[in-house]
């Protein structure tokens, strides 16, 4: 079984992420550790960029049919990287101060089920760190990719 990278959220090249981007830092600047990344908190903030509310009982699985697969950690259980769309990352890269604060309201419900929910302050800090790696992706020319944990 082959480790999952300490970051769940990171900028990596494509060669980098063909081998499962193991060295990549959570730095804050190539990568960070964020709570509670998987495919619902991945769709719930892709739902959040196009300006709609998330509701888990009515997700279009299509919402992330657009983030690329590109390595699986451990055949049976996972982990799985993903690369973001190009698209994603340009619209984290470009949020303005009042879109930003729209992206939070909408995403910040599905993590309030979690155990533990993470306090009001939390999730605007995770977008933060989204927009930064983005924006760094975006002048390095480098995709931005998430890990979906493990089973």
């Known amino acids: 079984m082959i480790s999952h990278p300490i970051p769940n959220v990171f900028l990596a090249s494509p060669e980098e992420a063909a081998t499962g981007a193991l060295a990549v830092p959570a730095d804050g600047l190539a990568g960070a550790r964020l709570y509670g990344v998987d495919d619902q908190t991945i769709a719930a903030l892709c739902y959040?960029?196009?300006?709609?509310?998330?509701?888990?009982?009515?997700?279009?699985?299509?919402?992330?049919?657009?983030?690329?697969?590109?390595?699986?950690?451990?055949?049976?259980?996972?982990?799985?990287l993903f690369r973001f769309p190009d698209e994603v990352k340009q619209t984290l890269a470009q949020l303005n101060e009042k879109d930003f604060e729209a992206v939070v309201g909408r995403w910040e419900p599905v993590f309030r089920d979690f155990d533990p929910a993470p306090n009001r302050a939390v999730v605007p800090e995770?977008?933060?760190?989204?927009?930064?790696?983005?924006?760094?992706?975006?002048?390095?020319?480098?995709p931005l990719h998430w890990v979906a944990p493990s089973c």
């Open 48 to 80: 959040a960029l196009r300006q709609k509310d998330f509701d888990p009982g009515a997700v279009d699985p299509t919402i992330l049919r657009d983030h690329q697969l590109l390595y699986t950690y451990d055949e049976l259980h996972g982990g799985w």
């Open 126 to 142: 995770m977008l933060n760190q989204l927009v930064l790696l983005a924006t760094t992706g975006v002048r390095n020319c480098k």
